[in-house]
């Protein structure tokens, strides 16, 4: 893919301050934003429809580098590499799932490059990080510079492939995620053909223990729909039940009979419907020994 030569004609802006950015965004049309480039730049190389006539390069502006840990939550901004955020300690402490994910996505040098942002905004079906966000209850700050600030839950951010709720006139500056409680336990599983290859699958478990039993649980998967799912039914029926093995295989079952894969030249729908019930269920058991929890 480097050999490949940018033919596609356009405009080149690099704002120094978030205001100026917003303000770009609210006069032109057809902008898209360069954070690290990773799907931008090989959509550009390979003549995919991109439909841009300006590339706003974001990489200046220091509002939307660095992480905040708050009394409440862990605030991540969006264009911060994920190569850094993978060595954040509080991350790999307390948000074990979304470390799994970042260490899991590509190969080194694209993580030296990809962001968060850009992962969750590509909002590609099978992306990474889109799962442990979703688990860990996140929100996004988008902001403009008509309405100010709005946030938006994970699960109301993804719409379908390559499709967000993002305005043309905004921009992702935050993702915001709750501390998780005590007895918390959280697991990533990605199946792949090689390591830096995107997902056939991915499922993500976070779950908190009250002594034997469940007292919440996230579920989510991607590469098994149009879009990453958090798998809300199920999370909750699991809610107050104590953790078993048939418990775990009858949840397997479940996540297998629930999603809509499809086949692609990756692997086949079939495949994934048969692998997911695996995968859900070592992903679910691993979450819940982590709270330090046994299974019956």
């Not at 850009?118 to 979703?134: M, T």
Request: glycine share 6%.
């Amino acid at each position: 893919m480097n050999t490949y030569a940018l033919t596609a004609e356009f405009d080149y802006l690099k704002p120094q301050t978030l205001k100026e950015a917003l303000g770009i965004l609210a006069e032109k049309k057809n902008v898209k934003i360069y954070a690290g480039g990773t799907d931008l730049i090989v959509k550009l190389k390979v003549g995919a429809p991109v439909g841009m006539d300006i590339m706003l390069d974001v990489n200046a502006i220091p509002e939307l580098f660095g992480v905040t840990d708050t009394a409440d939550s862990l605030v991540i901004a969006a264009a911060e590499k994920i190569a850094v955020l993978e060595k954040d300690t509080t991350i790999r402490k307390d948000y074990t799932a979304l470390y799994e994910a970042f260490y899991a996505m590509a190969s080194i040098s694209v993580r030296n490059l990809a962001t968060l942002g850009g992962n969750v905004c590509n909002a590609s079906p099978v992306a990474d990080a889109a799962c442990p966000v979703l688990c860990y209850d996140g929100s996004f700050t988008l902001e403009s510079l008509r309405d100010g600030k709005r946030t938006v839950k994970a699960d109301a951010f993804f719409v379908s492939p390559g499709v967000t709720v993002i305005r043309e006139d905004e921009i992702l500056t935050h993702i915001v995620l709750p501390h998780p409680k005590e007895n918390t336990g959280a697991a990533y599983h990605k199946l792949s053909r090689v390591k830096s290859d995107i997902a056939k699958l991915s499922v993500c478990v976070v779950l908190r223990r009250e002594r034997d039993s469940i007292a919440s649980c996230r579920i989510s998967m991607a590469a098994v729909a149009a879009k990453p799912l958090l798998l809300r039914e199920i999370s909750d029926s699991l809610i107050g039940k104590v953790m078993t093995r048939q418990l775990l295989e009858k949840t397997a079952e479940e996540v297998a009979a629930f999603i809509r894969p499809i086949d692609d030249n990756r692997t086949t729908a079939e495949y994934r419907s048969d692998v997911s019930r695996v995968i859900a269920r070592d992903t679910i058991e691993e979450a819940w020994k982590r709270t330090g929890g046994e299974i019956k």
